[in-house]
């Protein structure tokens, strides 16, 4: 049934759509336009009618044969589709033939994306109004850390040609150019990265290939201070074949004749409006700048408005005063409340020459001559034995010297034309008001190079080249800053030192270390806030005086005693031997003392020769004083000894990550090179934003900023490298060297023993850091750390450093211990295990040495056990017994026969007490044993008797015969008797 009614369904949607089509109108001019269809293979086309809108019409031209595909319009014309052929644009109207062009950037053209572009670092809400910014004549980008892209798709009939103009003043921010094609392979990453312009507004040309091609302007803020934006104009594309229309004029230009390619600005005091033919004049009461679309109303004029300077000085000796409007002048001297312009012509006698000039017959000013030197007034030579210090000095300011120049920045744009953000004053140069609060009043000196003095010698170790100075004053009543800059040229450098506010007079150094940094600019700023009107007109900085030395082609304001090739000459200057300083007052050369070097900068008098600090040596210039990775300290056990050359080698580390307030992820990056002798190599850092401003400083430890990337094909940014040490003080474990302190409390440590702590400094002084920077290296012992970059900073100064100035770090590492010895292991005996014993060795703990001698090996050696012992014991102990029974037996039996004796004796006694009976016969001695021995002898057994009977004989070898005693005899005879 369905299939029934379907092709009466599309019947009937057909009867609708005609009945549709036929109540349209027919199609007027207006109501389409033509467009060429795809070229074939043969190069032809079709010419198509489109409509503006859908729907509206009917009845379209037919299809037309079109023109070839290589046919293009020149400069000036554009193609008329109706008759396909070339005409010449109308007056008011440009057209560039074969191309497009972007001239006018009050809102953003038609085909042009910005967005934003989100890295891994960046908060996806902070960073969502990061755009590039239409500004009337140009467009600017993102000064933010985030990430803006700037992009134009274009389709090309033939290969062509991009040419815009940009201007890129501010290496802190990131800028490429590519291009994407069909494929989306993008340019060489190489060409893509954009140089920092070396003027005002620079050039860039790349050649675009047929087909699609995707443009794109990236910008990447990466400064944690401020950063000048990039800016673009004039884009044109060439390759496009034609164009179907000419394009208005925008206002403030003009085209007077048909076929122009470009329209031309008005001129000062002149408007126009879109499309104009001719500018017309502004009234009187107004003003306009050039290549304005309006007139202004002029404002009254004030003390704002005007500045004062010097004339040069004329053939009397004298100067006027002048007064003179800021140039273009805005203001109405008839407007109500206006002031009027002091009078000029006031003469004044004229400031002295600057030293190394002299006063010419007409009043002016020249150098003095090679050789020679002067305080301003005449020159004189240079003594024989002396040389001329040359360098620039100025204190004097009567005329712009003719190195110096002064322009304005206003952020966004800089007018080459203006020259009045500086003038001269006498005594000192001042900034004038100014146009706009926001504006940077830029004085820049140029210096053609550096060359030291005959009687310094330039070595590898000597860090300072040439030395500039000058004396300055700020005034202000808001949030004024003054920066000073050093660079290759005006637009390329780095801010060395800023100050904010009032500061009152004050003189500030900064050390040169090569040629490349030839220029030197003044910055001053009233105030970072837009204002639409001067409010702080009357703030301003000073600059008394600037002296730069050892510059080449410079003059000379004084000699000195120098080094001579002979005595006899007095003439010659030569430096003095390695070694050596300079007597000022006789330019003798004399010996430093031992283990001292020459002070950087300074090689005369006796205060030139610098003692090393401890354990360091100087090295064979005696410019330097170095450590060989070797130290001995006392300790508990003797002397330790110490080897850092496994340490030795430049080591990177960084800090923890941080963020600025957009949530740019960054690091304080630093490297180290702890030390080694001569030949070494040093810690590098560098900034390689671009290639043109890639800056490279070295030393023993330095510093830079660093940020994730996801461009240009690197894994980071690095910018703003600075040296923290350059030169190694002493290496000790004292907490203290040369007014460089590294507190115990910094890194908690509970070893017994103690830290090495390497000191260093750095000569590079900042407002900060008046005596320069300082770096403390703590090398702790840790035999469980294999890796040799295990660098902490203090937990309470995550950057490194707690006031800025002195940086502090601590290195762990198993070859941050002495070398072991017998007094760091111990002994351990075991027991005797069937005839054997071991004898092991252990390190005492904690561990607290590596490498030196090793641990020795398990001993082995024969022992007796104990069955052994404790059978010897038991028989020894048995016999031990045996013969103590024997010994108290025999003097037991000794005993009785001693109490017998007694006995006797008292029994023969007469009664008497305390007396003894005399022996009756002085022959026995010791025969009173032998009797008893005899008498008893039948008693005792055959042992007592063999023993007995040994003991009679007498020591010669004769018996002994017992004598009976007196009584005896007696008791005999009278026995016979009876």
């Not at 410019?623 to 850092?644: E, I, K, N, R, T």
């Not at 070295?698 to 510093?703: P, R």
């Not at 770090?809 to 054997?836: D, M």
């Amino acid at each position: 049934m369905y299939s029934d009614h379907q092709p009466l369904g599309l019947l009937l949607l057909w009867l609708l759509c005609a009945l549709s089509k036929a109540e349209l109108p027919i199609c007027k001019e207006s109501d389409y336009h033509f467009e060429y269809t795809e070229c074939d293979v043969l190069g032809a086309r079709w010419r198509v009618a489109v409509p503006n809108k859908l729907d509206t019409c009917t009845g379209l031209p037919d299809p037309v044969k079109g023109t070839q595909c290589t046919f293009s319009c020149n400069e000036g014309e554009f193609l008329d589709m109706q008759s396909q052929e070339c005409r010449k644009c109308a007056a008011g109207t440009y057209s560039l033939g074969t191309g497009v062009a972007f001239d006018e950037w009050d809102s953003l053209p038609h085909g042009f994306v910005t967005l934003h572009h989100t890295n891994e670092y960046e908060d996806k809400i902070i960073c969502a109004n990061t755009t590039w910014t239409p500004k009337g004549e140009y467009i600017a980008s993102n000064t933010d850390e985030c990430t803006a892209i700037l992009s134009y798709a274009v389709n090309l009939k033939k290969p062509g040609v991009l040419i815009f103009e940009y201007f890129y003043p501010d290496n802190n921010v990131y800028f490429e150019f590519f291009v994407q094609n069909d494929q989306c392979q993008s340019t060489d990453s190489e060409s893509r990265w954009m140089k920092v312009s070396e003027n005002d507004w620079s050039k860039h040309m790349v050649e675009l290939n047929k087909g699609n091609n995707v443009l794109y302007w990236r910008t990447t803020g990466f400064s944690l201070d401020i950063t000048k934006p990039v800016l673009l104009k004039n884009i044109g594309i060439s390759g496009v074949a034609y164009t179907s229309e000419c394009f208005l004029c925008k206002p403030g230009t003009y085209s007077a004749k048909p076929g122009t390619a470009r329209c031309s600005p008005c001129q000062a005091d002149t408007f126009s409006t879109k499309g104009a033919t001719a500018c017309h004049p502004c009234n009187n009461d107004t003003f306009a700048e050039t290549g304005s679309g309006t007139c202004k109303p002029r404002p009254a004029c004030t003390n704002s408005d005007y500045f004062y300077t010097h004339t040069p000085c004329d053939a009397e000796g004298k100067t006027q005063l002048m007064y003179k409007w800021i140039e273009p002048k805005i203001c109405s001297e008839t407007a109500e409340g206006a002031v009027q312009l002091p009078a000029s012509g006031e003469k004044q006698t004229c400031p002295p020459c600057n030293p190394g000039f002299y006063v010419t017959n007409s009043s002016a000013c020249e150098p003095c001559q090679q050789g020679f030197y002067s305080n301003g007034t005449v020159c004189d030579k240079c003594p024989a034995g002396t040389e001329p210090l040359v360098g620039y000095e100025y204190k004097w300011w009567n005329t712009m010297p003719k190195n110096m120049k002064s322009t304005t920045f206003r952020r966004e744009y800089s007018d080459p034309k203006r020259s009045t953000a500086w003038e001269v004053a006498g005594e000192y140069i001042y900034t004038t008001p100014g146009e706009e609060d926001t504006d940077f009043l830029m004085l820049t000196l140029n210096v053609p190079g550096y060359r030291l003095p005959k009687s310094v010698t330039k070595n590898s170790e000597i860090s300072e080249l040439s030395r500039i100075t000058f004396v300055f004053e700020t005034r202000c009543t808001a949030d004024c800053r003054f920066f000073f800059q050093a660079g290759n040229n005006q637009w390329n450098n780095e801010v060395v030192e800023r100050w904010k506010g009032t500061n009152n007079k004050q003189s500030y150094s900064f050390v040169i270390q090569e040629n490349s940094t030839s220029s030197f600019t003044w910055s001053f700023q009233h105030t970072a806030k837009s204002n639409t009107e001067r409010k702080y007109s009357s703030d301003f900085a000073k600059i008394y005086s600037i002296h730069i030395s050892n510059v080449i082609g410079g003059v000379a304001s004084q000699c000195r005693h120098c080094a001579l090739v002979s005595s006899q000459t007095r003439s010659g200057c030569v430096p003095c031997p390695v070694g050596h300083y300079m007597v000022s007052e006789t330019g003798v050369c004399n010996s430093c003392p031992p283990n001292t070097v020459i002070r950087t900068g300074q090689a005369v008098g006796e205060a030139a020769c610098v003692s090393c600090g401890p354990n360091t040596k100087r090295n064979k210039e005696y410019s330097a004083c170095l450590s060989d990775c070797h130290l001995d300290v006392p300790g508990q056990w003797g002397m330790l000894h110490y080897s850092f050359s496994p340490l030795s080698n430049a080591t990177a580390f960084h800090s923890i990550p941080r963020f600025t307030a957009k949530g740019l992820k960054y690091f304080l990056h630093f490297n180290l090179g702890l030390c080694g002798k001569e030949g070494r190599v040093p810690a590098v850092c560098v900034d390689n934003v671009t290639e043109s401003g890639k800056k490279e400083v070295k030393g023993y430890i330095c510093q830079s900023t660093v940020v994730p990337s996801d461009i240009r094909a690197q894994s980071v940014v690095s910018s703003q490298p600075v040296v923290i040490g350059d030169t190694l003080v002493g290496v000790t474990t004292e907490t203290t060297l040369s007014n460089i302190s590294s507190p115990a409390w910094l890194f908690p440590s509970t070893s017994s023993l103690l830290d090495v702590i390497f000191y260093y400094k750095s000569s590079d002084k900042t407002q900060t850091c008046k005596q320069g920077r300082a770096a403390t290296v703590r090398m702790r012992c840790n035999p469980t750390v294999s890796n040799k970059d295990q660098i902490t900073m203090p937990s309470n100064c995550s950057e490194g450093t707690c006031d800025g100035c002195t940086f502090h770090f601590l290195w762990e590492s198993q070859n941050a211990c002495p070398f072991c010895t017998k007094s760091h292991y111990r002994e351990i005996i075991s027991a005797c295990v069937q005839g054997i014993q071991k004898t092991t060795y252990v390190w005492q703990q904690p561990l607290q040495c590596f490498g030196g001698e090793p641990l020795p090996e398990q001993r082995i050696s024969a022992c007796v056990s104990l069955d052994f012992w404790l059978k010897f014991g038991v028989s020894t102990g048995t016999i031990a017994a045996l013969l103590l029974i024997g010994i108290s037996c025999y003097f037991w039996k000794k005993t009785r026969k001693l109490q017998y004796k007694y006995s006797k004796l008292m029994m023969n006694s007469e009664g008497k007490e305390c007396e003894l009976p005399t022996a009756d016969s002085c022959a026995i001695m010791e025969g009173e044993d032998a009797e008893d021995e005899y008498i008893d002898l039948n008693k005792k057994s055959f042992f007592t008797k063999i023993r007995s009977f040994r003991s009679e004989r007498t020591v010669d070898g004769f018996d002994s015969v017992p004598l009976k005693s007196s009584s005896l005899l007696q008791q005999e005879e009278d026995s016979d008797d009876d």
